[in-house]
């Protein structure tokens, strides 16, 4: 077939990028970002750009495998039996135990009528609340943040408003890593127009601090104090507005009489900030024309995250700054379609059309228009306390769709066992590598990127047209019609001989029936069809019936979709995060997003050039702390939370403060034994039941593991990591990773007290390829030292070394150049050191910065000790001047020791 192009968007972040997708009918051949689209005019970053090469056919779920008893394997089956094994199952145990005895939980990813779908099914075939997404994890505090002040789950602002604010101030918000696309548009604003003021206000200094002007490294947990406190100077100081707060606000004096207390010294002292960084903050915000807040999930996952996202709106009220260009809240969603779950009222507390499922009202209008009698009215189970009720037995058949919680959930050790005792598992699944996949007693395939339709909103309110480039590999569906097939299936037995509820053969369809509930509502989408997007373009909403265009702003007018109209301040007291540091736990640990891995990295962790930048898993640390507990970068830690404890590198960095170590969420058990979510906690906040991930008290203790394992293995790398992750479950710690780009291998570490037995180095080596052929090897039995290289055709094929593994660095770099060194058997059997003119450095030299143009770190270094600067590195290296994701690292090293902004106190 001939190359043809078919415009879609990225399945990633929720900036919601248009894509081009390249392809044969069949394949998948390249991507690049579409140039009409609004979100980012085709623009992409490293995560967007590099889709194409993510997604090895060899991890994909191909067709249904079903489980017919606890510690059976799973047998491939059909689809037909699939979803009426399925439908019996929940048939029989809503028949025995009532519809609450079963659950679904979804996630952000699903497409708008995905959801619509799943959440009907829910709610008026099963008769459950207890439907509830990933976005608990993500947006469910700033749904909460909205409504309460504002009235309704909103995000009144435009992409444009970063371009027109004079000050933007990025609070617990990575976004040069998280929002790319955006971050850039944030550049190229300020390089236009250098007078605009960025504050970032985050703990650690990130890449994003590349472009601020003050950074407040505010203690974790510590917004509301600070947020009070420049509430407390710009009423002090009169740089209020009151004739908006009087026309169209309530609540301030309960508010004045609460941040009375917030003296700027004690919120200094609380947020560990100077008094002087807290007065040019609350100045900027008080005297600039047009102020924008963008935040993301240092506010939201948090005990606090309601409290934070109304103290952070209440200081748009307060001066006005909202409903106009350059101005306002601005929530920046994280998932691709986190939005179109809270349109389809994909939270257990939520309805369609952003409505409340305590509501009778809410309920009543809904269940006419579905044609059912009534909706149920029990309160359904949110994510954490979801798991929990699985985990008791009150939960008894489970249905997981485009999410991996035991991945993602914090206190993973309660997660897998709540997964292990359910009784029945459904999960529906693009990937079957997945660490939820291994418990599922029925595994649904499911269509990924590229391979279906629909809609997705992003975090402007836009909505765009998903379209299909190619057909799903294998049996692979769309989520929507596997949905649709079990509903129907179900049907059967809950509802015989009754009308349809689920007559749905196009998502178009679904689509139609679903915007009608938005109709007349803060949302109101009744006028977006398919085909009108296909003619217009991606739109905001709201967009009514008979629109000509949607609508980039709200409140324009000053009136909120409260019951008065006015928006309200919310008076709640700063209260510190839950888990304190103490003698037991006296480090904080904080986690998030590393620039080019997506999650628990399904698809992004079959691409081994996106673990150019970041290799392994590693703790960052102060040098500082490094010190005080007598560590070098690289030793192998205990790390200890009240929940579980995992084995982990340490690195030094001084982008964390002393007393917080900084571990990247994405590392699950397949990756880094236990994974991070052991260590997590599930305290909640009390309104949006979102839990706290990102702050929880770890102590580091020595590890001590002598013998040491590294292997390195060219080939079907999905293969070779299925076949050795399970052969290492055994030991302390372990480790896997890809590395290369167009040769990718499979990387492993492994540590333990005491050597293995010989037979499982044999093991090993059978499936390195190292046993017979041109193998060198070594071996000194009296130290259980054992080394092997392969070497076919004038390079290396694989590696291991067992017992000390101090040569990897360098074999490592040799494998990478793809050449051997003639010394290479006289170095391998001895010294510690790497042979002349072969370099021994780990892996920050080694670390691509630049993915689009695969420049290392290393080369940008020596780059600059030629004399090169930005421009030069661009122009003579090439980094920095495709997606620009590299940029602000490549800043960062120019200013090696400087730091570029006045940072902590
Ligand atoms: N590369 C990449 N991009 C992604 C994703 C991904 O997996 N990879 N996931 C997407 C999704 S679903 C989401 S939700 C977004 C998340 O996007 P972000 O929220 O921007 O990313 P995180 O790194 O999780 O957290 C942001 C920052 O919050 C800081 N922080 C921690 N505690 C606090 C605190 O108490 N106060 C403040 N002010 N800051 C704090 C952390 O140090 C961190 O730098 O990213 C989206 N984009
Ligand atoms: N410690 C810590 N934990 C965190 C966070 C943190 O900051 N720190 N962040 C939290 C946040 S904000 C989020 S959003 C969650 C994300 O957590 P998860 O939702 O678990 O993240 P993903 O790995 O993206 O899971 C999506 C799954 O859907 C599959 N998939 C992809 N496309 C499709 C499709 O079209 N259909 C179907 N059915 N499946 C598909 C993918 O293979 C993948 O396994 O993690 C949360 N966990
Ligand atoms: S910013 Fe990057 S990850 Fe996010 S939608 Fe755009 S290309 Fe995808
Ligand atoms: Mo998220």
Redesign the pocket.
Known sequence: MNRQTTASTCC????GCGVLIEHDGEQILGVSGDPTHPANFGKL???GSTLHLTGDLAARALYPQLRLGKGLARGRTDWDTALDHAANVFASTIAEHGPDSVAFYIS??LLTEDYYVFNKLARALVGTNNIDS?SR???SSAVVGYKRSLGADAPPCSYEDLELSDCVMI?????A????VLFRRLEEAKARRPGMKVIV????R?D?CDLADLH?A??????VA?FHGILHLLLWEGRIDPAFIRAHTDGLTELKKLVHDYSPAMVAQLCGISMEQLRLCAEWVGTSSAFLSL????????TAGSA?NSALINLHLATGQIGRPGAGPFS????PN?MGGRETGSLANLLPGHREAANAEHRAEVAAYWGVDKLPEATGLTAIELFEQVRNGTIKALWIACTNPAQSLPDQNSVRAALQACPFVVLQEAFRTTETAAFADLLLPAASWGEKEGTVTNSERRISHVRRAIAAPGEARPDWAITVDFAQRLEKHLRPGQPPLFAFERPEQVFDEFKQLTRGRDLDLSGISHALLDTLGPQQWPFPEGASRGTPRLYVDGLFPTQNRRAQFVAEPYQA?KEQRDTGFPLTL??????????GMSR?GTAAQLFGHVNEALLSLHPDELRRHRLDSGDLVTLKSRRGSVIVSVVSDDS?RPGQA?L???WGDRFLKGGVNSLTQPAFDPLSKQPE???SGVRIEPAHLPWSLFALVEGDVQQHFEDLRPLCEDFAYVSLSLTGRERPALLIRVAHAQAPDPQWLDKIDQRLGLINGPVLMYDDPSRAIGKRVRIEQGRITAIRLAGETLARHWLHNLWLEGRIDEHLRRWLLAPLSAPPGVADAGSSTQKTLCNCKNVSQGAVCAGIRRGLDLQGLKQQLGCGTQCGSCVPEIKRLLAATVQPVAVTS
Request: hydrophobic letters at 35%; glycine letters at 10%.
């Open positions: 990633y972040c929720g900036v970053c490293s995560k952000g990813q990933n994890l993500c947006m609070v617990g918000s990575n976004m890593y998280a929002h790319p206000i985050d703990p650690r990130t994003t407040l505010i203690l974790p947990g510590s917004d600070l935040w993301c999930m240092g506010l939201n996952q948090s934070k920046l969603t994280g998932q986190a995060a904080i986690t998030g997003r590393l620039r080019d891995q997506w999650h992004t964390v900084f990247p969420m994405h991930l990102k702050h």
